[in-house]
């Protein structure tokens, strides 16, 4: 099965800042690559899906990119209420792996 | 508005067995597949179990593979995971995730759009 890595695992960033999370496939996915939200104690939201398509009423500070095996998920300026940790997850076929995740603080 | 609402967690004791249901509502049901995907204590997310539309296909994770049956009722717009042997390291929130597709280089492609608010299941003697 592919395997999904997810760096780094944990950050911490001032408000206004640029951060970028970086997501690996242990094999090519072409872009079928999803990320994900999760504020502390919530329910995941999809932000972004084939790679770097926003999803319905995502701010436009999230971007996402890449294709192959490498991606990146950007937020452009980082605001209090991104304080959650974000998952990486392929959708090219089944098993629909996620990566363990990369959570964000504010500095 | 699209819900998803969870149900059936609980403690059980390992070697037992639970049966979740989610209850969907706020779109068409029987034109959606739908998933399982869990989250244990401090951990990720692991998903768990997939089921098409129609039931014609069914994928399960392999630590979930033998002792896990997913299941869905069109007419009452409910999914189903009937969970046998538990183990303590089933212990995890459980939630359904609605999948949305798209067709792309000769398949359909699925990615999960819509999450319930889960249920916690506790495998502990």
């Known amino acids: 099965d592919i395997q999904m890595t997810q760096s780094p695992s944990s950050l911490s960033a001032s408000v206004g800042d640029r951060v970028t999370i970086t997501c690996r496939a242990s094999?090519?996915?072409?872009?079928?690559l999803a990320w994900y939200q999760q504020k502390p104690g919530k329910v995941p939201k999809l932000l972004i899906y084939?790679?770097?398509t926003l999803q319905s009423g995502v701010p436009s500070r999230f971007s996402g990119s890449g294709s192959g095996t490498d991606f990146t998920l950007t937020i452009s300026s980082l605001q209090p209420e991104d304080v959650a940790t974000y998952y990486c997850?392929?959708?090219?076929?089944?098993?629909?792996?996620f990566g363990q995740g990369t959570k964000v603080a504010i500095k | 508005e699209v819900q998803l609402v969870e149900s059936g967690g609980g403690l059980v004791q390992p070697g037992g067995s639970l049966r979740l249901s989610c209850a969907a509502s706020?779109?068409?049901?029987?034109?959606?597949?739908m998933n399982w995907v869990r989250q244990a204590p401090g951990k990720g997310l692991e998903w768990v179990s997939y089921?098409?539309?129609?039931?014609?296909?069914?994928y399960y994770a392999d630590s979930v593979k033998g002792r896990f049956t997913i299941s869905r009722d069109n007419a009452k717009n409910s999914l189903s995971l009937q969970m046998n042997s538990l183990r303590a390291e089933d212990t995890a929130v459980y939630y359904c995730?609605?999948?949305?597709?798209?067709?792309?280089?000769?398949?359909?492609?699925?990615?999960?759009?819509?999450w319930g608010q889960g249920t916690l299941v506790t495998v502990s003697s």
């Open positions: 089921i098409s539309s129609s039931s014609s296909t069914i």
């Open positions: 094999q090519g996915i072409s872009n079928y």
């Open positions: 997850q392929k959708y090219n076929s089944a098993p629909w792996t």
């Open positions: 084939a790679a770097s």
């Open positions: 995730a609605r999948s949305t597709s798209y067709y792309d280089s000769g398949s359909y492609r699925y990615y999960f759009d819509y």
């Open positions: 706020g779109f068409t049901f029987n034109g959606y597949s």
